[in-house]
Structures are given as C-alpha cells and as structure tokens.
C-alpha cells in the first residue's frame, strides 16, 4: 500500500505534538493542522487517507471539516476525537458519516489499531474495485450486426432500464447467458451482485437450501448456517438458469418469494426481505412444460413479464463471419491466428449449427489447436459441415473421439428409454444428474 498520509487537527499543541510524533513512529505521513481553518486550507490542497480531529477548534468546527471531505471524489475516512461530556456531539458525527471517534483521555494503541483497521478496510475496497472493473473488462460483448441483434440490443437496453422479471428462451448456445449479463449490467444495479443459479446443474435435494440458505442444523449435514444465492444477490440481480428444471415443489415455493419479495432460510423461522431483480433463461419451450404439468402456469406468467427470445445462429448466418473473427482474436490470444479461406467460409456460412454459437465457438477452437498451418481450407473443417450437419458415424481411431461417440450414443439410449427424464436417464447411466447435464451440454445435445 502507498504511504498512509494522515491529517491530524488538534488546537491543543501538547496533545498535537504527542499524537503526531506517536503516529510518525508507526511510519504515517502526519500533517498538522492548528485550528479548523487551517485544517480546512490542508484538506483542500491535499489528499489524506484519514483525517483525525478535535470537535471543537477555533474559526471552524469538526462538522465543518467532515462536510468539507464529503464534497470531494475521493472519501477520506474521518476519525473525531472529543472531550468525555460531549458523546452526544460525537455520536451525531458519526450519523453524519465520521467513520469513528474516541473519547479523551485515550490510549494511543487504541487510536492506532483504529487507524490501521480503516487503512485496511480502504485497501480492501481499492482492491474490490479494481476487480470489479476487471470482471466488467472480461464481460463479454454481444457480437453480431444482423437485424435480430440489433432489435436484440435495443430490446435489451428498454428492459434493462426497468425492474420487470425477463425470462430469456433460445436453443442451447444461442448466447442467454450473455444477454442475461448484458441487462444486469446495463441496468441500474449494474455496481450490485449478479448471481446465476443453475437449476439443471444443481442435486435436487440441494436446491432448496442453494436458494434460500440454510440455518445450522436444518438438516443432516448443514454443520453451519449457509447464505442463499437470493440473499448473495440482495440490491442486484439474479439469474435462474435452465429455470424449466426447477422441481415442481420449488416452484411453488419461488411463486411465494416472487410475490413476497421474502425469502425463509431451510430450518428458519423468519422471514428475510430481500431486494432483488429476477432473470430466467431456458432452453425448454415453456409453453409445453406447462401443458405437461412439469412447470406450474401461474409461475410461468409470473416470470414471463417480458419475454426475449435469443435467435438461433441458423437465423442470422450474416453475423458467422464477424462471430468467426471474434474467436479467432479471441482464442489465438495473440499468440496464434488463422485465416480461412473463402470456400472453407463459403462451407461455416451453409451448415446449420444445432449447437448454435457454442459451436461455432467450439470448432474455431479445435482450428486453432489443431492446426499447424494458418489457411483454413474446406478439407480442415470438422465433417459434420460437409455432410449437411447430420452427425457422421466413420469409425474414428481417436481415442477421445470414439469415447466421445460411444458417451453420446449410451446418453441418447438412456434417455429415449426413460422418456427424456434426465434424473431416471442419469440413475441408469449410473452417473449424477450434474454430470449428465455437464456431458450433455459438452456434447450440445440440450
Ligand atoms: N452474440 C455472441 N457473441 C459472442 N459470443 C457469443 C454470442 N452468443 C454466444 N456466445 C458465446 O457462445 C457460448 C454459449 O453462450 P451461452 O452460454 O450464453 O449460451 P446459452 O444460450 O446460455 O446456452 P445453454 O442453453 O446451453 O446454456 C459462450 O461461450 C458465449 O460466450
Ligand atoms: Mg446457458
């Protein structure tokens, strides 16, 4: 950390020579100032981490001082010092924003593990906000020009501006989760938390408490009290990914938050307001869950206030070219590129992409490790593209290709015998819910 410079404001000069020579030892940068106006001259030419001051001084008092440093860019932290009798003043101060005071006479370590306990707290809030602006950095942008994105960006912005629930539906790849960020960032909690749950990914059983928390002991294993992603998200926004496959008794209990604005804590007894904004993305359709009686209708009007719908990459084939350079920058990180050719472009332009922008995401990726030269050319593109996108079934010698392959093929098996229920398809598979959605989802197969 930079020194600390410190403004110490005292009108008693044995005090004022005391204090300073006490906190130049500890290696702060003390400045001294006489009275209030002085101190109000220091405070205006230079800039201090903390100031410290007597309440009452000459031409100018402690209140004055603390105003003064409110008006500017940069707070500094004020720590006031006064006489026992006048606790009322002080208590006052602190209302008004002084971040603590001490009463005279006071111990010296007192006031210097208080002062190296703000420089901490400012370090830290320096370092918050450095990684804050970082992670806006790494935000990724909606890439695209077509019309459907632009109507996108605009619906986006109009949305953002508001508090209504969004329920973002799109084939799996389409960028949901990227119009999800894009409104949490764009609105006015942007500087809040954004916190994304992700219903599909998540045990069953596990849900419940991942929402809302858990008290200690609520169950059999919750040795402490655990914070819920709606708590996480109070003053900000957040996301219920894959919300259609929420489990039917929870969505009953997330129609009563959605109207209460409360959530309770598993194994608690009250009710804790929370203020946060709700965004939905599926890949489902909705609309069927509903008439199967897999997702509750009220819930369903409930989230879909407004509702975008993410276009697939086969509708907006103009962006492929654009989205390709993207990657390309993207991926290479400066270290490798690749340019491809026209036919090789003319091919990405004609396939379908199921799997959407992930995709293409994907096959840019596998050009990029696994080829030595820079030109792509037809013949180094993945056959899937010149067999008009039904899968190819050539035998591979592969190892990874053919494992990959044989995985697909159990998957599909599992689920076409259980009727598409991916927990029973998971039990058969002998594998977890989280990590046949995760192989799934690997594998574009949502
Ligand atoms: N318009 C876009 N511009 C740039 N990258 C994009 C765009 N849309 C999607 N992507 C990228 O494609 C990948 C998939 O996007 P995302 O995870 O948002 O899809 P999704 O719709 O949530 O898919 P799923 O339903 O499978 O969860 C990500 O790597 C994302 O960065
Ligand atoms: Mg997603």
Known sequence: MTLARILLAEDDEIMRITLSDHLRKKGWQVDEAEDGRQALQKIKTEQYHVVISDIRM?????FDILEELQKAAVPTDVVFMTAYGSVEDAVDCLKQ????????PFDMDDLTIRIERILEIQAVKARYITLQDCCRQFRKPIVGSSQCIQDMHGLIKQ???SDATVLISGESGTGKELVASA???????????YVRINCAAIPEGLMESELFGHEKGAFTGAESKKTG???MANGGTLLLDEIGEMPLNLQAKMLRVLQEKEIERVGGTKSIKVDVRILCATAKNLASEVKKGTFREDLFFRLKVIPIVVPPLRDRKGDIPELCQTFITELGQGEKTITLSQDAMALLLSY????NIRELHNIIERLLVLHPGQTIEPQHLPADLTTDGSPHHQESLLLAEAVSQAEKSCILRALQKTGNKKSDAADLLGISRKNLWEKMKSYNMN
Do not use: C, M, Q, W
């Not at 000459?58 to 402690?62: I, K, M």
């Not at 924003?97 to 005279?104: I, R, S, T, V």
């Open 229 to 231: 992603r709606f708590e």
């Open 159 to 161: 949305v953002a501006a």
């Open 97 to 104: 924003g002084a971040h603590d005071y001490l009463l005279k």
């Open 183 to 193: 409104i949490h960032y764009g609105s006015p909690r942007g500087n809040g938390p």
């Open 58 to 62: 000459p031409h100018a008092t402690g």
């Open 352 to 355: 379908d992409y199921p799997g």
